[in-house]
């Protein structure tokens, strides 16, 4: 069994589940969308939320935005020449 990080570019595929906008749910941060400073939920600034909290996305992943920090392969880039395939 081998495994890896996601690259960027595919963690922000997973993460956007087909849309356009800043999160999967649309370009504001809302209210109760995920755990971060500021959006709303009972554990903002306090701890990480136990997994599937807040609802899925369009791939039916939970919990893609804030929480903990999303690591992946390589950095962002803005025309993902030269990123990892």
């Not at 941060?29 to 807040?54: E, H, L, M, R």
């Not at 369009?58 to 950095?75: A, I, S």
């Amino acid at each position: 069994f081998r495994s890896r990080l996601p690259s960027e570019a595919e963690w922000e595929y997973a993460a956007r589940a087909g849309t356009s906008t800043k999160y999967s749910w649309g370009d504001g941060i809302g209210k109760n969308n995920a755990n971060c400073d500021g959006c709303g939920s009972q554990w903002d600034k306090k701890a990480t939320a136990p997994v599937g909290q807040f609802k899925k996305n369009g791939y039916g992943l939970h919990d893609m935005h804030g929480n903990v920090w999303e690591w992946v392969q390589d950095c962002w880039h803005g025309d993902y020449k030269g990123a990892p395939g």
